[in-house]
């Protein structure tokens, strides 16, 4: 905590505020106007706790390594000389003499994921005068963007469920604590919520505009560039989705039946191609490397760089090999889904994370049994089948690839509001959404 966090961070804010009262009213009707103010701010609230955890807690860590031994660096570039400061804002990651003297000390300076993020804080930090809690604040706004887009998106298709909606979309603790901050998270899972709203609007709603596509790719872009596994796992979830709800306007059963096949095959082939060439840029996230990958981030994470986030668990030994990989997928999905168990509380971190899971497993519980008789119906929703197959498969990846609950309760994030929005469709599917039911919410 600095004088300039002092100073700048409550004029910030009071921006972001009247920022907000101007536009509120276009992106909000009377039922969603009450989630508007208090989810952002859950998030700002949660940007600060988070510097507060890292600064007094974990004294130090990625989110300090991304500002104050990262986009500081570059400020400083700009402050000295802004030509300098250009050069390291699109550096390669290659050390040259002229920028040298600050690029040697940016951490993650050939990191080239982390220095996407790097990138960001640098150019809010020319608003912000480099103070971290005002940039973190900055950050904590892109990340609510997203995450009232993902609620729209849903919000639009059952109304009447609005306050179950807002509650996963805008309101899971973790997700507000660790997607808030200044953290490679925030941009991913705002990335997440702008590619879903622009996806529905493109090709289910059929709004098709330059700047929605635009929007998109700049979106898949970004997160990409940050964590390509994420692609690796939504680009199918979403092809499937599109597939299943156009699916569902050919009212003819024999014409269904002979696209089924066809669209199938279609779909399949666009999913692999698309994942192959997430694939392509990065030898690690190739379909033949994905075993390996796998074993060696696994390992690091629970030996080495992660081995201060919390404790260690292990789902049985990794061999390197896909097949091996697969072996542990129920472990893996339990792992991220329902873990940690209360009794494996090792710190004030892991209980929040340990009551969240615990609230999720019985939340889960109870859905799977009071619609028991419904769920081979619902699991036909489109809009299911898309939340329970991104919302899986992103639990499978993060679960063999994290063997540390302190770091797997900051990864898994993306997945809880498409699994608890999975969990709100099963129960409520096949009822009725009419206007009445809306305004018994009231």
């Known amino acids: 905590m600095e004088l300039r966090d002092l100073i700048v961070t409550p004029f910030l804010i009071v921006l972001v505020y009247v920022g907000a009262y101007l536009v509120y009213l276009r992106v909000t009707d009377d039922w969603t106007r009450r989630y508007f103010f208090p ?83 640098a150019v809010f930090d020319l608003i912000t005068f480099s103070s971290y809690s005002a940039t973190a604040v900055l950050f904590s706004v892109v990340s609510f963007i997203g995450l009232w887009m993902l609620f729209r998106s849903f919000y639009e298709l059952a109304p009447e469920q609005h306050k179950w909606i807002a509650l996963a979309t805008l309101f899971i603790p973790s997700v507000v604590f660790w997607g808030s901050g200044l953290l490679k998270d925030t941009i991913t899972l705002a990335g997440l919520g702008v590619a879903t709203f622009c996806v529905k609007r493109i090709f289910l709603d059929r709004q098709f505009s330059i700047s929605r596509l635009i929007t998109l790719i700049i979106s898949f872009y970004l997160i990409f560039l940050i964590k390509k596994y994420i692609l690796l796992c939504y680009l199918p979830a979403v092809m499937v989705w599109v597939y299943a709800v156009n699916l569902t306007y050919i009212r003819s059963a024999m014409l269904k039946m002979l696209m089924f096949p066809v669209i199938t095959m279609l779909v399949a082939i666009l999913g692999y191609y698309a994942v192959a060439q997430v694939g392509k840029d990065d030898p690690r996230y190739a379909l033949e490397k994905l075993g390996s990958t796998a074993k060696l981030t696994a390992y690091d994470i629970a030996y080495q760089t992660g081995r201060d986030a919390g404790s260690t668990y292990s789902l049985g030994e990794l061999d390197g090999s896909f097949g091996g990989m697969m072996k542990l997928a129920p472990q893996a999905v339990n792992v991220s889904l329902f873990r940690p168990y209360l009794w494996e509380v090792r710190n004030p971190l892991m209980l929040m994370s340990a009551l969240e899971s615990t609230a999720l497993l019985v939340l889960t519980l109870y859905v799977l049994v009071a619609r028991r008789r419904m769920i081979t119906r619902s699991l036909a929703n489109p809009h299911v089948i898309f939340c329970l197959v991104f919302s899986i498969t992103f639990a499978f990846a993060v679960g063999v690839s994290s063997f540390n609950f302190g770091t797997l309760s900051r990864y898994k994030i993306p997945l809880l509001p498409f699994y608890t929005l999975m969990l709100i469709q099963l129960y409520f599917v096949n009822r009725p959404s009419t206007v009445d039911a809306l305004e018994r919410t009231e």
């Not at 991304?66 to 400061?85: K, L």
């Open 39 to 121: 989810a952002l701010t859950a998030k700002i609230v949660g940007a600060l706790a988070l510097g507060f955890v890292y600064q007094f807690y974990y004294n130090g860590g990625d989110t300090y390594n991304f500002h104050t031994h990262g986009s500081r660096h570059i400020w400083r570039a700009f402050m000295d000389n802004p030509e300098t400061g250009f050069k390291l804002l699109f550096s390669n990651g290659k050390m040259h003499s002229d920028v040298y003297e600050y690029a040697s000390r940016i951490a993650f300076f050939r990191d080239a994921q982390s220095y996407v993020v790097i990138r960001i804080a």
